[in-house]
């Protein structure tokens, strides 16, 4: 059987539990060599644990797979270069990199501290950017020198970014930021060769029964074993896979939203109409102008509901 990573070296972050480590285990199974990283925190970042990413590795090496175990915080500028570099020296090259590392720190607006705005936007949005950066540095001086990697980044964004969620502001700020970090990156790495996409998926994980139980419910695994449980965390990982491997170099600056067996791709922002004056505009005619577009409902989204309804 061809397996799609043959020969790929890739790191997954926050792969010692939830999504990650399904995300890890599926990419080993293809065929790459995984660096495990994750800081072993609690959901919403305090402490530090290495053994759930050593014991994702000793998964892997028991299936027969190679990987290494990585404690390193995303969100340190140098300490993600140095998983990075601890791809390179175990493994002699990178080729992937899947930024999913992330915690929670929900609060309304007026009630936000501002160490739960640092904390959520500097793993989310620093620790990606970091990670993509050592990446991207390293992809380019490969390429220069003709070594054509076939780079690529997956963001993990999430509907909170895409769509908005009350009490989340810091969470959705940093999971929207991820989705446009990704199409931004693959369009300044196009030319060497690296894609990025973004993907929000949806899977019971702590994020989603211990630190909001208002999803948890909703997420249950079903009561009879022989019921596909949509919610599973597994279902998130085949998709990361095509996206990590050379039959996804077509796919660019993509953003997936993935649970179950449903996989959406979804639209950026995109123009749902306009209205336009020959001059400045009077701010009253402009309010009825905008006032009448919206009123034919241009602007009614998607929301939480209609995504479950299609998931169940
Ligand atoms: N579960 C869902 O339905 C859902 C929905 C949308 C988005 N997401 C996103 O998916 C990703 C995975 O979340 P999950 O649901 O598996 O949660 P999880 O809490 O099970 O896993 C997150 C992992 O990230 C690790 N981590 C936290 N801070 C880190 C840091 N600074 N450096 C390295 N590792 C760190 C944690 O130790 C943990 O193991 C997150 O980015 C999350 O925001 C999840």
New binding site residues.
């Given amino acids: 059987m061809s397996r799609l990573l043959e020969g790929k070296v890739a790191i997954v ?9 399904e995300e890890a285990m599926l990419l080993a199974e293809q065929g790459a060599k995984v660096v495990v ?5 609690g ?1 919403d ?1 305090s402490g530090k644990d290495d053994s ?1 990413a050593q014991q994702v590795v000793n998964e892997i090496k028991a299936k027969g797979g190679d990987a290494i175990a990585n404690g ?4 340190d500028f140098a300490g993600a270069k140095r998983i990075v570099q601890a791809a390179i020296d175990k493994f002699g090259k990178l080729n992937i990199i899947v930024n ?5 720190r929900d609060r309304m607006i007026f009630n936000m501290g501002e160490d739960d705005w640092d904390a959520v936007i ?3 949005v620093k ?1 990606s950017f970091n990670m993509s950066r050592h990446a991207c540095e390293y992809w380019r001086t490969e390429h220069k020198k003709g070594n054509v990697l076939n780079g690529r980044i997956i963001n ?5 970014g895409l769509l908005g969620n009350a009490g989340q502001v810091n ?1 959705g700020a940093a ?1 929207a930021a991820l989705a446009l970090m990704a199409i931004t990156i693959d369009k300044e790495m196009a030319k060497y060769g690296v894609t990025a996409n973004a993907i ?9 029964t211990d ?1 909001t139980p208002q ?1 948890a419910g909703m ?1 249950a695994a079903p009561d009879q074993a022989d019921k596909f449980d949509v919610f599973n ?1 597994k279902n998130i990982a085949p998709l990361i896979a095509f996206l990590a491997s050379d039959k996804a170099a077509d796919v660019h600056g993509q953003v997936f939203r993935v ?1 179950g067996g449903v996989v959406w791709l979804m639209r950026p922002w995109t123009t749902a109409a306009y209205v336009k004056s020959a001059d400045t505009w009077d701010p009253a005619d402009l309010g009825d102008k905008l006032n009448a577009e919206l009123a034919k409902g241009v602007t009614a989204g998607d929301d939480l509901g209609k995504v479950f309804s299609v998931l169940q």
Avoid: C, Q, W
């Fill in positions: 972050t926050g792969a010692g539990r939830g999504i990650g480590r990283n994750d800081l072993g925190a959901f970042g759930p390193e915080s995303v969100a999913n590392a992330g915690i929670l500097n793993v989310h620790g993990t964004s999430s509907d909170a969470y999971k929000a998926p949806l899977a019971r994980t702590r994020m989603t630190a999803t997420m965390p649970g």
